[in-house]
């Protein structure tokens, strides 16, 4: 039990801290500029496949810093002469230009490197266990993943906290008009953080490729569960994001860990329910089977109870 | 815009329309299986197993009096909704003969799809050739004159493994995981009943299903597992599924024994190699390359030399290999490639396949029954797989008549 607890933590740790590099930028992005980037997991795939496209030719560390590069320059190129263009048009007009974006970078991922999912390898370095708790062995690459994330976390922290450029950018996100009365190139900053954004999402798609499948289904089946964790911790907060990022990454983990369903539940209640009682399925349905699920449910009520999520100070 | 032009256009049209259709195959063939999502790998896999065979057809003189076969592939996506949509772009196009394998889901849908369209389109009847969805449904309370199966339901590869795991009493406790649709159902509910039957000593410690071709990352079940204390894993996924699955339990390190359907299928041998289970995992197949018949090692080594490509992944679905051969049988039978008549010259056939064991259709509810082999994988075997050293070994042999199992299909023939 006590095995399964600790693997189950780390094991959500880790899908939590990759979440939230990706949601990180996903909610700086939308505080400052208004848009909820509906390509921000095209960034990630594109990260994973630039990653992947760099390790046949100079292997996986070069992948690590210069994909992350590359889409970022993209990332920024795309602000300035795509979100800046539509931006005139309002922010339902960019919402669908980033909707479309989404599609027409999958479509390119699969022209360019096929359906099948490629074969993204782990570096020969950390291909071994890092440690053997109890009986089960943990890997390597899963330690590298969970550190590189802890780093980034604190990079970032430390960059808006602790430096000037942060100090602008969390003015700009508040008081995008004063700045520029300041004499600050508002538009350039708002570039850099769409290319820094892209970026990190980039990051995660690097560190993530070899473990979890690089293939063009990846940004779709990533995409909706980054605006449950944006929404969940607050638009536009980046303390929120991390605790919902963690919370989602555990719930999720954990909840594939559960066998109790609702039937279960009211046993003891003299209340008997099988699949051929009114509802069905809906009763027998163990927390395990609806795992995948249960973040959307949390999307819904916090909307509902909560619309400034965990830690924003606007609604929804 | 004058005639002449308009003339013209139409002439080019037709000629770009001749040249499209006409002077090529004239039997075509439709693959509709899953070439993208995560069930992509092994649709690819089996698409390269198709056009090799239509190739070996075709090099040989193809069919009835010289036609050629051509193979049409149509991305399902692993959805029965999206099958459906091929299916009526193949037969759009002129396509008479569909094959599908992957997901039972999508077969049932799309056995429903060819009987209706069948019923309401007679003179241009489709047939649906079925060589991997085992869902027992298929060929009982499903079944249809239209389509026509080539491997072991469901309910008899598991009734083969629990008569293998019955006399091992070093297994007493069992972890079943499955895919979350009607297979997945199928097989966790056979594997329960006949284990409580002919095992009832062993504890059945986790009964799991999850996602279809979703997850990306199988730790926390292997995580469940591992905690469940199990020495032997039953599951029936395939795919993403599968190879993942054996993924994840090599970076736990999980050792335990694992009866499969499929960790044969493209991924999965280069997984099991990971885990450094040596035999260890088993599975229960119509064949493995370690079967030994000259004539289907010479085929696999040709087709491996053709196809493997890369990943080194080798020939697989000996069924296919039948699927097509009686194909060709048939339609040279029948001397025509009238859906109907195949159907009467196949849905009886007897045939000799290339490893010399006789196979059979059987009327009442169109499955083949064939010699079906247990086998695990590990060291020291003649063939390997994807480049790893280790093959598939037989431990075990059910031959084609012990495999017959009662249908309750009523089989409904049309006039």
Redesign the interface.
């Known amino acids: 039990?006590l095995?399964?607890i600790i693997?189950?933590t780390l094991?959500g740790l880790l899908?939590g801290m990759l979440l939230f590099l990706l949601a990180s930028g996903l909610t700086l992005i939308f505080s400052m500029m208004g848009v909820l980037n509906f390509a921000h997991a095209s960034f990630y795939m594109l990260g994973a496949y630039f990653g992947y496209q760099i390790s046949r030719y100079v292997g996986y560390w070069p992948g690590l810093v210069l994909a992350p590069l590359l889409v970022g320059v993209i990332g920024a190129l795309v602000e300035r002469f795509g979100l800046r263009t539509v931006h005139k048009h309002g922010h339902v007009a960019e919402l669908l230009f980033t909707f479309g974006l989404a599609f027409i970078i999958e479509e390119l991922v699969?022209m360019i490197w096929g359906?099948?999912?490629v074969?993204y390898r782990i570096p020969e370095a950390l291909n071994f266990?890092a440690f053997?708790l109890f009986?089960?062995?943990?890997?390597a690459f899963?330690m590298f993943m969970l550190l590189m994330s802890v780093a980034v976390f604190i990079g970032l922290l430390l960059l808006l906290t602790r430096t000037r450029v942060g100090l602008i950018i969390r003015a700009a996100l508040t008081h995008p008009n004063m700045v520029g009365a300041l004499g600050h190139n508002v538009p350039l900053v708002f570039m850099m953080v769409f290319g820094v954004g892209c970026a990190l999402a980039a990051l995660a798609g690097v560190i993530a490729g070899p473990?979890?499948?690089t293939?063009?289904?990846?940004a779709a089946?990533l995409g909706p569960i980054l605006f449950v964790v944006v929404v969940v911790g607050g638009l536009g907060s980046l303390p929120g994001a991390f605790i919902a990022s963690l919370l989602i990454g555990l719930v999720q983990?954990f909840a594939?860990?559960l066998n109790v369903s609702v039937a279960d539940v009211l046993a003891p209640l003299g209340v008997t329910l099988t699949r051929d009682s009114f509802g069905g399925d809906l009763w027998m349905a163990t927390v395990?089977?609806v795992a995948?699920i249960i973040p959307y449910l949390l999307l819904v009520l916090v909307l509902i109870f909560r619309p400034k999520g965990l830690m924003g100070d606007r609604d929804t | 815009m004058n005639i002449l032009t308009t003339w013209r256009r139409w002439s080019l049209a037709a000629a770009v329309c001749l040249t499209a259709f006409g002077a090529q195959a004239q039997i075509k063939i439709a693959y509709i299986d899953p070439?993208?999502?995560?069930g992509?790998?092994i649709g690819?896999h089996g698409l390269k197993h198709i056009q090799y065979l239509v190739e070996q057809v075709n090099a040989k003189g193809g069919a009835i009096n010289g036609q050629k076969l051509e193979v049409v592939a149509y991305?399902n996506k692993g959805s029965p909704q999206e099958s459906l949509v091929q299916v009526q772009k193949a037969i759009d196009a002129g396509v008479r003969f569909i094959t599908q394998g992957n997901g039972s889901g999508a077969a049932i849908a799309i056995s429903e799809f060819v009987s209706k369209f069948n019923e309401r389109n007679p003179g241009k009847e489709v047939l649906y050739f079925n060589y991997a969805a085992v869902d027992p449904a298929l060929t009982n309370e499903k079944c249809s004159y239209w389509h026509f199966r080539w491997d072991a339901n469901s309910d008899i590869k598991m009734a083969a493994l629990t008569n293998f795991m019955k006399d091992k009493p070093e297994i007493k406790k069992v972890y079943i995981i499955g895919q979350?649709y009607s297979f997945g159902h199928a097989v966790r509910g056979a594997a329960n009943a006949m284990l409580k039957q002919k095992r009832p000593d062993v504890q059945v410690v986790g009964d799991?299903?999850?996602?279809l071709l979703?997850i990306?990352?199988f730790?926390?079940?292997i995580?469940?597992i591992?905690?469940s204390g199990a020495d032997s894993v039953i599951t029936g996924n395939w795919g993403?599924d599968m190879s993942?699955l054996l993924k994840a339990a090599a970076?736990?390190?999980?050792?335990v024994n694992w009866y499969t359907y499929y960790a044969g299928g493209a991924g999965g041998p280069t997984a099991i190699k990971q885990t450094g289970l040596d035999h260890r995992v088993y599975q229960i197949s119509e064949w493995h390359t370690n079967v030994p018949s000259p004539e289907m090692e010479a085929f696999a080594d040709s087709f491996l030399k053709k196809y493997g490509g890369s990943?080194g992944q080798g020939w697989w679905y000996l069924r296919m290999k039948n699927e097509i051969d009686m194909f060709v049988e048939a339609l040279n039978k029948a001397k025509s490639a009238d859906p109907k008549k195949v159907a009467t010259a196949l849905q009886d056939m007897k045939f000799k396949n290339i490893l010399g064991a006789e196979v059979f259709m059987r009327p009442a509810d169109h499955s083949l029954f064939q010699d079906m082999y247990i086998s695990s994988f590990g060291s020291g075997t003649k063939h390997d797989e994807e480049k790893t050293g280790w093959g598939w070994k037989t431990v075990g042999l059910i031959k084609a008549q012990d495999t017959v199992i009662p249908t309750t299909c009523k089989m409904v023939v049309p006039s």
């Open positions: 039990m095995e399964l693997f189950s094991n899908y699969q359906k099948v999912p074969d266990s053997t009986t089960t062995t943990y890997p899963r473990a979890l499948v293939q063009p289904s990846m089946s983990t594939v860990a395990a089977q995948p | 070439l993208s999502g995560g992509a790998t690819e991305d979350d799991e299903l999850h996602p979703k990306t990352d730790a926390p079940y995580a469940k591992k905690a993403n993942l970076d736990a390190g999980l050792q990943s």
